[in-house]
């Protein structure tokens, strides 16, 4: 039920902080069966339409593929050097391809360039086999990952993204996504940006034909099938600000750059990302009882950035509530009270801040004076 709410409050936002835009910098009218628009930082839907929508999400698969991969690199279980035996089950993969020869021992450095910069489904196969034996263990893996990072209206039947009744994502998901490997795979991410990649004495060029075009944009993910239509997870980076778009069934390869583009200057031109509190900086004291010290420094565990209507700063409004009484021993870390935001005096959100130091229990003095002064209170 809390994460429900979390979820209809930040979509409520993005509706409040539209209606507060200054003259001249509305969305304009944007071509897609679905589409959002994310903040990176604050993580705040700056626009959507049917985003909740289940669609067919086409080679936007392979970010699942890619996640599953890159956490394999980081546990070791992988290695970018490793030498992949190719099968006749990837080589003979439908679709786009990055010209594999079975038998053929690419290592996973090549496979994952051939995944990402040539949407190869070759390649997709012939890394899921790398990681898990078959493209099927492999398939339980992404859905547990889409499970564990709460992609509620996501299932996977294969890693290529070839049509299937029972496979699908949104593109609310696909963005949440998206930004899982921005944040989490830093060091593969510049992947997503490369133009063209050339193997096999072929060179195929990036679909995201946004690349170049804006010199901003680094990325992410074109997808197409019959029944998908044309479908461009893009990402780009702005005067320290980033920006994730997804559109669905765009209409045609042209229609997809078009609208992406729309959605990624919207959401530039009209918002500023504001950075309230740095990961570690005290928000309040609040008052302990039972401690070994009266109050303790509470914040966030991470950098807390918010995104609202370009030059309207002042009409947000933050008021601390305490989970009082907090009663010592308390943790670094733990939970002791909420940040409740408003904007034009509605709701913006809700946000756990937390203790960012460790409280003691008291000595045997101070307990008692503080249980009477509790039941006094």
């Given at each position: 039920?809390?994460?429900?709410?979390?979820?209809?409050?930040?979509?409520?936002?993005?509706?409040?902080?539209?209606?507060?835009?200054?003259?001249?910098?509305?969305?304009?009218?944007?071509?897609?069966?679905?589409?959002?628009?994310?903040?990176?930082?604050?993580?705040?839907?700056?626009?959507?339409?049917?985003?909740?929508?289940?669609?067919?999400?086409?080679?936007?698969?392979?970010?699942?593929?890619?996640?599953?991969?890159?956490?394999?690199?980081?546990?070791?279980?992988?290695?970018?050097?490793?030498?992949?035996?190719?099968?006749?089950?990837?080589?003979?993969?439908?679709?786009?391809?990055?010209?594999?020869?079975?038998?053929?021992?690419?290592?996973?450095?090549?496979?994952?360039?051939?995944?990402?910069?040539?949407?190869?489904?070759?390649?997709?196969?012939?890394?899921?086999?790398?990681?898990?034996?078959?493209?099927?263990?492999?398939?339980?893996?992404?859905?547990?990952?889409?499970?564990?990072?709460?992609?509620?209206?996501?299932?996977?039947?294969?890693?290529?993204?070839?049509?299937?009744?029972?496979?699908?994502?949104?593109?609310?998901?696909?963005?949440?996504?998206?930004?899982?490997?921005?944040?989490?795979?830093?060091?593969?991410?510049?992947?997503?940006?490369?133009?063209?990649?050339?193997?096999?004495?072929?060179?195929?060029?990036?679909?995201?034909?946004?690349?170049?075009?804006?010199?901003?944009?680094?990325?992410?993910?074109?997808?197409?099938?019959?029944?998908?239509?044309?479908?461009?997870?893009?990402?780009?980076?702005?005067?320290g600000r980033r920006l994730i778009s997804v559109v669905?069934?765009?209409?045609?390869?042209?229609?997809?750059?078009?609208?992406?583009?729309?959605?990624?200057?919207?959401?530039?031109?009209?918002?500023?990302?504001?950075?309230?509190?740095?990961?570690?900086?005290?928000?309040?004291?609040?008052?302990?009882?039972?401690?070994?010290?009266?109050?303790?420094?509470?914040?966030?565990?991470?950098?807390?950035?918010?995104?609202?209507?370009?030059?309207?700063?002042?009409?947000?409004?933050?008021?601390?509530?305490?989970?009082?009484?907090?009663?010592?021993?308390?943790?670094?870390?733990?939970?002791?009270?909420?940040?409740?935001?408003?904007?034009?005096?509605?709701?913006?959100?809700?946000?756990?801040?937390?203790?960012?130091?460790?409280?003691?229990?008291?000595?045997?003095?101070?307990?008692?004076?503080?249980?009477?002064?509790?039941?006094?209170?």
């Amino acid at each position: 039920m809390r994460l429900l709410a979390a979820a209809v409050l930040c979509l409520s936002c993005s509706e409040i902080c539209a209606q507060a835009l200054p003259a001249g910098t509305q969305l304009p009218p944007i071509s897609a069966r679905s589409y959002i628009l994310l903040d990176f930082q604050s993580g705040k839907v700056l626009a959507s339409r049917s985003a909740e929508l289940r669609v067919e999400p086409a080679s936007l698969t392979k970010l699942m593929t890619a996640y599953v991969v890159f956490d394999a690199l980081r546990q070791k279980r992988l290695a970018l050097t490793q030498a992949v035996t190719v099968s006749e089950k990837a080589w003979r993969a439908p679709g786009s391809r990055m010209f594999l020869e079975v038998g053929s021992q690419p290592i996973v450095e090549m496979l994952l360039h051939g995944m990402v910069v040539q949407s190869g489904n070759d390649a997709s196969i012939a890394l899921a086999e790398a990681v898990a034996g078959t493209e099927e263990a492999f398939v339980e893996l992404m859905n547990r990952e889409a499970a564990r990072l709460s992609l509620r209206d996501t299932r996977f039947q294969n890693a290529t993204g070839l049509p299937h009744p029972l496979h699908y994502s949104t593109a609310a998901d696909l963005a949440a996504l998206a930004s899982a490997i921005i944040r989490e795979f830093p060091q593969f991410f510049p992947m997503y940006s490369l133009r063209e990649y050339r193997y096999n004495d072929i060179t195929q060029y990036n679909r995201n034909r946004l690349l170049g075009r804006d010199p901003f944009v680094d990325g992410m993910k074109t997808g197409f099938t019959e029944s998908a239509g044309f479908c461009l997870v893009a990402t780009a980076r702005r005067q320290g600000r980033r920006l994730i778009s997804v559109v669905i069934d765009a209409g045609s390869d042209s229609g997809r750059l078009a609208e992406s583009q729309k959605l990624l200057n919207y959401g530039f031109e009209a918002f500023d990302t504001v950075k309230l509190y740095s990961r570690g900086q005290p928000v309040h004291e609040l008052a302990v009882w039972k401690g070994g010290k009266d109050a303790l420094k509470a914040g966030f565990a991470h950098d807390f950035y918010v995104t609202i209507p370009r030059g309207l700063n002042d009409r947000l409004k933050a008021q601390l509530e305490s989970m009082q009484p907090l009663l010592a021993p308390i943790y670094a870390g733990e939970r002791v009270g909420t940040l409740r935001l408003t904007f034009d005096g509605q709701p913006y959100g809700d946000y756990m801040v937390v203790a960012l130091e460790n409280i003691g229990i008291a000595n045997m003095f101070v307990r008692p004076w503080h249980s009477l002064r509790l039941l006094l209170d």
